[in-house]
């Protein structure tokens, strides 16, 4: 995922969680606001501590979250920003159910412009 479609600075984060709208499922709750005029998507990615103890762990989740939305990217809106936040169950799934959940609950959030056929 290029450097473009993340959201990297806390400002940036904050905005999204204090005006946006989330949704959840049992392993991820997904954040998002509308920005019109924004030509692409962007993301950002959080998962704490209590995800995962070692980096290794988290940074493994992190990467299954980002091919997932990867393989996901045209489906995606342009013009909304979204964070992807882990809760503690993520660190037991595999990246086949990564992807299956994070298709669920980016229906919930009402992200996905068509249905994923799996």
Do not use: W
Request: net charge positive.
């Amino acid at each position: 995922m290029q450097k473009r479609y993340r959201i990297k600075r806390e400002k940036e984060f904050q905005e999204v969680f204090a005006a946006g709208h989330s949704k959840a499922n049992r392993n991820f709750v997904v954040y998002q606001i509308k920005k019109p005029g924004q030509t692409h998507y962007r993301v950002g990615i959080s998962v704490g501590k209590k995800v995962g103890h070692t980096a290794v762990c988290r940074n493994q989740i992190k990467r299954y979250i980002r091919q997932s939305l990867l393989e996901l990217s045209d489906q995606l809106p342009g013009d909304v920003d979204f964070l992807v936040i882990a809760r503690a169950n993520a660190k037991n799934l595999d990246m086949k159910e990564t992807k299956t959940n994070l298709i669920h609950v980016l229906k919930l959030s009402q992200l996905l412009l068509e249905a994923q056929a799996e």
